[in-house]
T-cell receptor, first 115, second 115 residues
Framework: AQTVTQSQPEMSVQEAETVTLSCTYDTSESDYYLFWYKQPPSRQMILVIRQEAYKQQNATENRFSVNFQKAAKSFSLKISDSQLGDAAMYFCAYTHNNAGNMLTFGGGTRLMVKP | DADVTQTPRNRITKTGKRIMLECSQTKGHDRMYWYRQDPGLGLRLIYYSFDVKDINKGEISDGYSVSRQAQAKFSLSLESAIPNQTALYFC??????????????FGEGSWLTVV
């Protein structure tokens, strides 16, 4: 079975600084996808970034980037120039080919941004 | 209008009562899912449906049942609610195929408290 682990229940960052959220996963699949979702206090689940395992290049979306280490099964999220609006729960998630888009989630990291 | 609508958004119910959470989507997707979110555990899959006649148990289906009334509607029922079913419930949808590359649409969540 696949598992996703987020070892940091809470993180804090100063506004305009950079923060990295950690995620590790376990799978025996070779064709899989990893995601970071943001959940603000509104409870929405917002896709931040997606990484396809067969792509060596790390995904980037504006201030958000990932460090995908396939051999180590590590998938960290870096937020640059942190903004107050980045404060939220962040979930790492996984799915694999033939999984019907069912997601396995980590336990989440609560990010606080200090002004 | 939201792509995925959940009702109710919030509900308090008593132990032993039957409660139904409803989900409807306007995306025309075949696949629908129910997840449960608990602190520290992330989201876990309760049930999923790949079309109207295909319903499957997820990781934590005990104590829950579902009904896929139409392509657009997928309801989750707690036949006899218990306090440890207090959680935030999410409905989600996705297109079939292109696993991992399809966008997964989440509803806004239904917060259920069982007292």
């Amino acid at each position: 079975a696949q598992t996703v682990t987020q070892s940091q229940p809470e993180m804090s960052v100063q506004e305009a600084e950079t923060v990295t959220l950690s995620c590790t996963y376990d799978t025996s699949e070779s064709d899989y996808y990893l995601f970071w979702y943001k959940q603000p206090p509104s409870r929405q689940m917002i896709l931040v970034i997606r990484q396809e395992a067969y792509k060596q290049q790390n995904a980037t979306e504006n201030r958000f980037s990932v460090n995908f280490q396939k051999a180590a099964k590590s998938f960290s999220l870096k937020i640059s120039d942190s903004q107050l609006g980045d404060a939220a729960m962040y979930f790492c998630a996984y799915t694999h080919n033939n999984a019907g888009n069912m997601l396995t989630f980590g336990g989440g990291t609560r990010l606080m941004v200090k002004p | 209008d939201a792509d995925v609508t959940q009702t109710p958004r919030n509900r308090i119910t008593k132990t032993g009562k039957r409660i139904m959470l409803e989900c409807s989507q306007t995306k025309g997707h075949d696949r629908m899912y129910w997840y449960r979110q608990d602190p520290g555990l992330g989201l876990r899959l309760i049930y999923y449906s790949f079309d109207v006649k295909d319903i499957n148990k997820g990781e934590i289906s005990d104590g829950y049942s579902v009904s896929r009334q139409a392509q657009a509607k997928f309801s989750l029922s707690l036949e006899s609610a218990i306090p440890n079913q207090t959680a935030l419930y999410f409905c989600a949808t996705s297109e079939a195929g292109a696993e991992g590359r399809n966008t997964i649409y989440f509803g806004e969540g239904s917060w259920l408290t069982v007292v």
